[in-house]
């Protein structure tokens, strides 16, 4: 849609929220890893809704659920084919170098 700043305006405000929630909920309350975890969730919800105004102002409607066409998952396939195969051969090789260094002993894991 060649919209470079609606995302920008939302990655800036998620982060804001994300570091003030993190300061707030984990230094002040206490709340340790639950803090982070709760700011992270308010602040991508907050990024979501703003890609979705971002969206209305485009005139498309993000709040509309529909049923693809047949040839629509096929597209998808085709464009983000290549990213996946490269991403799962990424997990593939950090899962098998971890099951390697597992099976070495424990100060090799450790080491790991």
Do not use: R
């Amino acid at each position: 849609m060649k919209d470079s700043w609606g995302p920008l305006k939302a990655l800036a405000v998620a982060s804001v929220i994300n570091g003030v929630g993190d300061v707030i909920l984990c230094l002040y309350l206490s709340y340790g890893i639950a803090g982070a975890t709760w700011a992270t969730m308010v602040s991508q919800v907050v990024a979501g809704l703003m890609m979705i105004e971002a969206l209305k102002d485009k005139g498309y409607n993000g709040y509309v659920i529909f049923v693809p066409s047949p040839t629509e998952p096929f597209q998808i396939f085709k464009l983000t084919g290549p990213v996946f195969i490269m991403m799962m051969s990424k997990v593939k090789f950090c899962s098998l170098l971890v099951y390697i260094a597992t099976s070495m002993g424990t100060q090799t894991v450790v080491e790991h």
